[in-house]
């Protein structure tokens, strides 16, 4: 049983470009969810999403857009890339109103 | 507005001494409250959650609403212990996540 996996684990970009980060899950989890990890600032959710066709914003949706088409995926976009988005980013998933969040490993993003 | 804030970035104790990491909260509404641990090289996940009311590798942790807090507390400090420690919060949708900034707990032989 893989839970939650996110790929890539390290990835380095300039400034402007785009990227998607992956996230799928196997536990058939309803709920999936989005945060970043920044020093001093804890997890900060980004989006998430109750079912397939379904996100909403969180805490700091700005620059990235998300997708649910399928229960399995929620990849996270980066359009256009910025120094600031230079974090770790965690996937999560539950099901609804659980509490419990199953994490994956995360995404070391740095953006130069 | 911070919803969740744990005082302390870092805390050591020596093993077998008591522990308590501190978590105060801040929402209007009915929360749940959590506790999630992330010890090192493993992935983040959940310690304990207050509606549970149980105690996870000797940890418990007690929601007082009138202090507003969820400190969490061990009697004796193992070595093993020695993790980062985020309180959370869940809001009325139960949806949204709200996360300290984490308290990295250090437990000294």
């Known amino acids: 049983n893989a839970g939650v996996t996110q790929t890539p684990k390290f990835q380095v970009l300039k400034t402007g470009q785009s990227m998607t980060l992956q996230c799928a899950q196997d536990m058939n989890h309803e709920y999936m969810s989005w945060y970043r990890q920044d020093p001093g600032m804890g997890l900060r959710l980004i989006h998430y999403?109750?079912?397939?066709?379904?996100?909403d914003q969180g805490e700091v949706p700005n620059g990235y857009n998300v997708s649910r088409s399928t229960t399995e995926d929620f990849p996270l976009r980066l359009l256009s890339a910025a120094p600031s988005q230079t974090s770790v980013y965690f996937c999560a998933s539950s099901y609804p109103q659980a509490g419990k969040l199953f994490f994956g490993s995360g995404t070391q993003l740095s953006v130069l | 507005a911070q919803r969740v804030t744990q005082p302390e970035k870092l805390l050591s104790v020596f093993k077998g001494a008591p522990v308590e990491l501190k978590c105060n909260y801040s929402y209007s509404g009915s929360p749940e409250l959590f506790w999630y641990v992330q010890y090192s090289r493993q992935r983040l996940q959940l310690l304990l959650r207050h509606i549970s009311r149980e105690s996870i590798k000797g940890f418990t942790a007690d929601l007082n609403k009138g202090e507003t807090s969820f400190h969490l507390k061990k009697p004796f400090a193992q070595e093993e212990d020695s993790a980062m420690y985020y309180c959370a919060l869940s809001g009325d949708t139960g949806n949204q996540f709200y996360f300290g900034t984490g308290t990295s707990l250090t437990v000294i032989p």
């Open positions: 999403s109750v079912g397939a066709g379904i996100t």
